[in-house]
């Protein structure tokens, strides 16, 4: 919750955190990129590490490293020195993404996995849906160094409750693979690199930078091929039932981000609606996931993902047609009840696919399982945000409706990938 709150909270901040240091709008933004960046980069590594170390001991540092971070963040005197604590804070952030899904696992009985990912499910999503609010009340009674203040409360309460509740858990001592880790950093984060410059003025630059990561992802393959246990999890990838239901989440994550982006620009551009009801518009989505969740995680102990997650995606692809089909002057009713409709299809198809991604491997690669996952989601928003800037830069005719038809086509594409699932086995 603490991740998906600092991520949501930092972005209402920005023009606040750029006025008060001095910072251009260039520099200011790095503030967000510094820390997806981070992430983005360090997931299979720190993967990795908690499969030969251990996942609790990765974990536990993670959430240390992400507490003196914050620290580091509020105290921040420059605009250098808070991008350097937000990498840091993205360092620990990935730590925690990336191994928390191989704690469920190893905490909750198979027969009760689907409580477990659906508070996963639940805590983001609540989180997504309170921080633009929480951002908003602190910067009208405080300074923007509180948004990073009050992570620290909680931290230094989880920390020791986790070093103490959480079942010891040992790893399988092997080398590990520096190169796979340093041709991984540049072939992902050359990708959010470029994807977050696309809608700068600076386009062809990162329009190279993007084709550079690509390219440095064939030799990644062929550099993890030699490897035992590869830190891009390829013994995983040829599990037909992994390889589907990670599909299945790059597709449906690149469908969300085409919605979550755009909207917003329709509904204060186009439907001249203020920044606040826009904030209140978009939030039945995420409440909705908060909501199907948990019922999904309890449906799951008794049908298939490829069931569960293909009528959730219908769903999705339902309410964003929906959406596209717009009147001119909709009531926020009209807008309200179809973003809860992508918010039910996404939160009933979120939970059991997470299961089956953790569930179709062996025990001993959790953690690269839970790695994969969560660079899944990023290659997933990482595509549809270069999407949403492709979109928006070659299109002036209702460019939201043209993204969320897109959406619409990946999300659907998705609910064929998953009903495959039906046909292949782990």
């Not at 969740?293 to 009528?311: D, E, M, N, T």
Request: charged share 10%; glycine share 10%.
């Amino acid at each position: 919750m603490l991740g998906s709150l600092d991520s949501a909270i930092a972005n209402i901040a920005l023009p606040t955190i750029a006025q008060e240091i001095g910072a251009s709008d260039a520099g200011i933004i790095w503030v967000v990129n510094g820390y997806q960046l981070a992430t983005a980069v360090c997931l299979l590594p720190a993967a990795a590490l908690g499969e030969i170390i251990g996942h609790k001991r990765v974990y536990a540092t993670g959430l240390i490293v992400f507490t003196i971070a914050s620290l580091a963040c509020a105290i921040a005197p420059t605009l250098d020195t808070l991008v350097i604590a937000r990498l840091v804070q993205g360092l620990g952030g990935a730590c925690t993404s990336a191994l928390g899904p191989a704690l469920i696992r190893s905490i909750y009985p198979r027969r009760m996995l689907g409580s477990g990912f659906a508070l996963i499910a639940l805590a983001v999503a609540v989180s997504s849906a309170l921080g633009p609010t929480i951002a908003a009340l602190i910067l009208s009674v405080a300074s923007w160094r509180w948004l990073f203040l009050v992570n620290l409360p909680v931290c230094l309460v989880a920390i020791p409750l986790f070093v103490i509740v959480a079942p010891a858990s040992h790893g399988t001592p092997r080398g590990f693979d520096l190169p796979g880790a340093l041709l991984t950093a540049l072939a992902l984060g050359l990708v959010v690199i470029g994807v977050d410059a696309l809608g700068d003025s600076r386009s062809g630059i990162a329009i190279a930078e993007i084709v550079a990561g690509l390219a440095c992802f064939p030799l990644l393959y062929w550099q993890q091929l030699r490897r035992t246990a590869p830190l891009l999890p390829l013994d995983l990838l040829r599990i037909p039932l992994f390889s589907l239901s990670i599909g299945t989440s790059i597709c449906s994550y690149s469908a969300q981000i085409l919605a979550y982006v755009s909207i917003p620009f329709m509904l204060q551009t186009v439907m001249h609606r203020s920044p606040v009801a826009t904030g209140l518009l978009v939030t039945p989505w995420p409440a909705l996931v908060a909501i199907a969740a948990p019922v999904a995680g309890r449906l799951s102990s008794r049908y298939p993902a490829a069931i569960l997650g293909s009528v959730g995606l219908a769903v999705l692809t339902a309410g964003l047609v929906l959406l596209a089909l717009l009147p001119a002057a909709p009531s926020d009713w009209d807008i309200g009840w179809r973003m809860g409709v992508c918010g039910l299809g996404f939160g009933f198809f979120q939970t059991p696919n997470n299961i089956t991604v953790m569930t179709s491997g062996p025990l001993a690669r959790t953690g690269a399982a839970g790695g994969m996952m969560a660079v899944a989601r990023t290659i997933g928003w990482s595509l549809g945000s270069a999407l949403v800037a492709l979109i928006f830069a070659t299109t002036t005719v209702r460019p939201t409706i043209l993204c969320l038809e897109v959406a619409a086509g990946f999300s659907a594409f998705a609910a064929l990938i998953s009903s495959a699932r039906r046909f292949s086995r782990a």
